[in-house]
């Protein structure tokens, strides 16, 4: 039996994709993935018309994909998060169908669930063997966990292992078995290394981001939730990671012992690992090169599927043991509402990723924003679109004080009695627009450009086209 | 009425700032490129009129380029660009 085959085209061929069908592509190289355009670049140059692509993520690097939208190669988009460059063009109404926004849990349940079957998946894997048993820990474009890949792997029709690192048979520390791949083809390259990974994520230095996350960190420490067994996500924003940090010193401090960090690992996540603040790290994407490193060597830093790390579809998921989520917001409205899918002027510039599913999840889920951006107050009457749910949400943390959701009335008191300037949410947006005054509402277009989808299956909310001016 | 003899400008280009340029005209013209030009642009237009009121000033063309400054920002760095106006360039 031989899989290997000599071109992409070739398996595209053998793969039998035809006009109409589903493809689908995983993030994990991230903003220096080669293997989305390279497919795509194939499949235009056969003919084949009329697709759907199901991606975890789109990136800038993703740009091809807005010609052959244009060329009606693709007809239809669903992923879970999408950068500017690529929102901006979709939000000017260039699809005739609406994208389809899910969250990191949704987006496996429903391929699992066959709502969303695929025809045809490309894994992009660092290393794969002849057979494609493939990681991503080993090669030149390393990029640590294929979490997002196993569902597409498992459940798509046919499935393409595309390596730019083929090895004898077998590869022993594989992620992706044989048993689900149909054929592997070696390339030159399946990404830039330096936007797969980056170097080191920095900390903030902004004095406000540093008084938000020592305010968070006050707040962890207050919940009740910061004991032996604690187990934590944040996001690799500037602010959250600086709460990380702090999280850090008070844990060493006080000598407690976590279970377990959750998420996109980055390094500061793998130094809290090492000093023995978790016993474990489950790790569905990594974001830099500490955090690919420690995967590889580490046991105690196991790689998790889409689906175990947060499907909703799951017996259960890693989301559902979660104590603390950090997670950043666009905006968060009076109701606590946060959209992290679209700019302030309307235009998508992101996307749910895990957003939801660990608010969702979390016993304590906290946003971490300030009071303003750009003279924009963070509060608003009504976000500009619902990512994740208001009733998911515990707190707001801003540099001027922390709001609590009316529904968590022990949070409330635990905040109060520790100190914590905790204030109306109402009251946080006020102060906000005495600084930067009250701004004028956006105008939406009339044009669906985007489904926002909940991990429930239910539609959360609709984005529509940004209007010319 | 105080009249501007020179072209001048006052602020930056970084997140939070404004930078704003004026030069002599026939009479006010006020144009503003904004990153909160939907939420804001009514409002800039509006503080940057009642500055030229405040100082009397009705011969200067204002360009203003927002990066998000707040209010007060705003006009500080007007009634800067506007005082270096006054004077000759050197």
Redesign the interface.
């Known amino acids: 039996m031989n899989k290997v085959v000599n071109s992409i085209r070739e398996a595209i061929k053998l793969a039998g994709l035809k006009d109409g069908m589903t493809i689908s592509f995983h993030h994990h190289l991230r903003n220096g993935d080669y293997v989305l355009n390279m497919v795509m670049a194939e499949i235009a140059d056969m003919g084949i018309k009329d697709l759907t692509v199901n991606a975890s993520s789109l990136f800038d690097i993703h740009a091809p994909l807005l010609d052959h939208i244009k060329n009606k190669v693709v007809t239809k988009l669903l992923t879970d998060y999408m950068s500017a460059g690529i929102g901006h063009s979709i939000s000017m109404g260039i699809m005739d169908t609406p994208v389809e926004f899910r969250s990191h849990g949704g987006r496996p349940a429903d391929i699992e669930l066959g709502r969303t079957p695929i025809d045809v998946a490309f894994i992009a894997a660092p290393t794969s063997d002849t057979m494609g048993n493939c990681t991503g820990k080993y090669g030149k474009s390393a990029c640590g966990s294929l979490g997002y890949a196993f569902p597409d792997a498992m459940n798509a029709k046919k499935v393409v292992v595309i390596t730019d690192n083929l090895v004898d048979y077998p590869l022993i520390d594989y992620s992706i078995p044989e048993i689900y791949i149909d054929y592997v083809v070696k390339v030159d390259e399946i990404g830039n290394p330096a936007g797969i990974v980056s170097g080191t994520t920095k900390i903030t230095r902004d004095p406000v981001g540093l008084a938000m996350a020592q305010m968070a960190a006050k707040v962890i420490k207050s919940s009740g939730l910061l004991k032996d067994g604690f187990s934590f996500q944040t996001g690799a924003g500037g602010a959250t990671l600086a709460a990380a940090k702090f999280l850090k010193e008070i844990m060493i401090k006080e000598n407690i012992k976590g279970s377990y960090g959750l998420g996109g690992i980055t390094g500061y996540m793998v130094d809290m690992l090492n000093e023995g603040c978790f016993e474990a790290l489950l790790d569905v994407q990594c974001f830099d090169l500490k955090a690919v490193e420690s995967i590889r060597t580490n046991p105690k830093h196991q790689e998790v599927s889409a689906t175990h790390y947060a499907g909703p579809n799951a017996k259960s998921a890693a989301v559902d043991s979660l104590d603390v989520v950090l997670l950043g917001a666009t905006e968060i409205d009076t109701d606590f509402n946060v959209n992290v899918n679209t700019d302030s002027n309307g235009y998508i510039m992101g996307g749910s990723g895990g957003h939801s599913d660990t608010a969702a999840g979390a016993k304590l889920a906290m946003i971490i924003a300030p009071l303003s951006r750009s003279r924009l107050p963070i509060v608003t009457d009504r976000v500009n679109c619902i990512s994740t749910p208001g009733r998911t949400i515990d707190v707001l943390v801003t540099q001027k004080g922390v709001a609590v959701n009316p529904a968590n009335k022990e949070l409330k008191q635990r905040l109060v009695d520790a100190a914590i300037p905790v204030k109306d949410i109402h009251e946080l947006k006020a102060i906000a627009e005495s600084i930067t005054g009250v701004p004028q509402k956006l105008k939406k277009g009339d044009k669906e450009v985007a489904k926002v989808i909940y991990r429930d299956g239910t539609l959360l909310d609709t984005i529509y086209n940004v209007p010319v001016m | 009425m105080n009249k501007i003899i020179s072209s001048a400008s006052a602020g930056t280009l970084e997140?939070?700032d404004v930078y704003i340029e004026v030069e002599p005209s026939e009479n006010n013209e006020v144009s503003v490129e904004s990153?909160?030009?939907?939420?804001?642009?009514?409002?800039i237009v509006k503080t940057a009129e009642s500055v030229l009121d405040e100082l009397d000033i009705k011969n200067a063309k204002v360009h203003i380029i927002d990066?998000?400054?707040?209010?007060c920002v705003i006009r500080a760095r007007l009634e800067t660009a506007l005082r270096r106006a006054e004077k000759e360039n050197k």
């Open positions: 997140s939070s990153v909160v030009l939907k939420q804001f642009g009514d409002s990066k998000g400054a707040l209010d």
